[in-house]
């Protein structure tokens, strides 16, 4: 049994530049994982399910446990000082850690402390996603807003942590995809899916469809082709939408399928986040040998200007992916803000 702690450490060798920064971040991820699972476990017994009242930054209602989360993984990343920043879905602007050891550091985090949240309160699958760069300001300086406006294809690391029926961490550091179960009588994080691998083709296919007479014609379109009947293929396809990002696109890496939030007349730029949320799954379903598009083109590629901006999101499955963008390019047109037809 290798647990998460020994398999970072005896994979360090696979960076260049490395000095343990980025062990001992992956470390500080891994303690605070621990106790906001240890929180989500008790959620029922102890008040802390429900809304807070509040809103963050995006206009959404923060539950107590997305404000939880975001207070443990921030305070997990500053103690250790290997971070010099934090951007969090449930603050407007970056955090930046003032101290002697965290500005000489060389990296930032960006997160969604708590995702699928809506979820907390009826018991089913939530998640955290992580997404880890390299600062571009001088080691030594306070960190600043183009440290975390990189896009994607520059990530140095990325992962999430699902807390479902058993507890994982999964990341990547460009060098595969790693998934670790959390053995909760020892609160110890062994290697239980090396080299995870999505299949390149799927039967799931994982959307709100209650959003349908909204979508593009495209997604309309390739909707119906995953339930018209093919004697030739698997389809019709199964459909399974959790409501959590990270519970829907964990399933889909496994076994196969598609994940799909699209733009729509209401959202032309669809729902989730491009930093915190779409790199750094774009990064893991990479790294699986997957695809992440948001229709047109790479979403790794897309050059960030807001720290939370969105973008409509595909992915899953190479063949799958490539196959939505396929009825894209011929209903829907990019130049359309709404990529309606
Ligand atoms: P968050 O809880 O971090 O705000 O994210 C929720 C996201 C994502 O996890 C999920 O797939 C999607 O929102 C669900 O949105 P709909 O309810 O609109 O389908
Ligand atoms: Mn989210
Ligand atoms: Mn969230």
Do not use: W
């Not at 009242?53 to 446990?65: D, F, I, P, R, S």
């Not at 290997?82 to 500005?103: L, P, R, T, Y």
């Not at 959003?211 to 390739?222: A, E, H, S």
């Amino acid at each position: 049994m290798i647990t998460l702690g020994e398999y970072i450490v005896a994979k360090q060798h696979e960076f260049p530049e490395a000095s343990g920064e980025l062990t001992q971040l992956l470390g500080s991820i891994r303690l605070a994982a621990k106790v906001v699972n240890r929180e989500i476990n008790k959620a029922g017994l102890v008040d802390i399910i429900g809304a807070t009242g509040a809103e963050n930054v995006q206009g959404e209602q923060q539950q107590k446990l997305d404000l939880y989360a975001n207070e443990k993984f921030k305070a997990a990343l500053e103690a250790r000082g290997e971070v010099c920043g934090v951007a969090s879905e449930e603050e407007e602007d970056i955090i930046i850690f003032n101290g002697k050891k965290q500005s000489h550091s060389k990296y930032v985090v960006l997160m969604d402390p708590l995702d699928g949240s809506s979820n907390i309160d009826v018991n089913v699958t939530v998640g955290t996603i992580f997404s880890i760069y390299r600062r571009l300001s001088p080691v030594g300086t306070p960190v600043i807003l183009d440290d975390f406006l990189q896009p994607g294809y520059k990530q140095v690391a990325a992962g999430y942590v699902v807390y479902g029926s058993s507890t994982m961490l999964v990341y990547t550091t460009g060098h595969g995809v790693h998934g670790f179960t959390c053995d909760p009588s020892l609160g110890v994080f062994y290697l239980s899916h090396e080299n995870m691998q999505i299949p390149q083709d799927g039967v799931i296919y994982s959307i709100n469809e209650g959003n349908y007479i909204k979508f593009p014609d495209g997604v309309k379109k390739y909707i119906k082709y995953c339930q018209e009947r093919d004697p030739q293929t698997s389809r019709p396809y199964t459909s399974r939408y959790i409501g959590s990002l990270v519970a829907d696109f964990h399933r889909n890496l496994i076994k196969g399928g598609i994940y799909m939030y699209p733009s729509f007349a209401s959202a032309p730029k669809g729902k989730l986040r491009l930093l915190y949320e779409c790199n750094p799954i774009a990064f893991l379903t990479e790294q699986a040998g997957g695809k992440a598009s948001d229709g047109f083109r790479r979403i790794m590629d897309i050059e960030p200007t807001e720290l939370h901006e969105r973008t409509p999101f595909f992915c899953g499955s190479i063949n799958m992916v490539q196959q939505v963008e396929a009825f894209m390019a011929q209903y829907s047109h990019e130049e359309h803000p709404e990529f309606h037809g």
